[in-house]
């Protein structure tokens, strides 16, 4: 099992940067790949990016592509999200996930059910 616990979250005005952090419990961290979703009021949960378990393979939405970038620090059981250039559409909780059956990121890896554990989501507010 692992345990998610997001950070990084804040108001921040359009145009800026925040980079989100993604910290796991558990062992084997680099075996399973990693997912960023967000999930804005009133609406359904959206994939944002993925990674594989060694990086070197990650996926972006359209919304977040050249914007965003995914990395991970598998000495550190870490998992990033850096976001540039924000905008008010952005401002969402933020989950990441992790898909423990696989350390490579699977065909439908933007669907939230390929993810079996979530952290708790961290606040994103971007003003305008």
């Known amino acids: 099992q692992v345990q998610l616990v997001e950070s990084g979250g804040r108001l921040v005005q359009t145009g800026g940067s925040l980079r989100l952090s993604c910290a796991a419990s558990?062992?084997?961290?680099?075996?399973?790949?990693m997912g960023w979703f967000r999930q804005a009021l009133g609406k359904e949960r959206e994939f944002v990016a993925g990674?594989?378990?060694?990086?070197?393979?990650?996926y972006y939405a359209d919304s977040v592509k050249g914007r965003f970038t995914i990395s991970r620090d598998n000495a550190k059981n870490l998992v990033y999200l850096q976001m540039n250039s924000l905008k008010p559409e952005d401002t969402a909780v933020y989950y990441c996930?992790?898909?423990?059956?696989?350390?490579?990121?699977?065909?439908?890896?933007?669907?939230?059910?390929?993810?079996?554990?979530w952290g708790q989501g961290t606040q994103v507010t971007v003003s305008s």
């Open positions: 996930a992790a898909d423990l059956s696989r350390s490579y990121l699977s065909v439908t890896y933007y669907r939230a059910n390929e993810y079996g554990h």
């Open positions: 558990g062992r084997f961290f680099s075996s399973y790949a």
């Open positions: 990674i594989n378990g060694n990086g070197a393979s990650t």
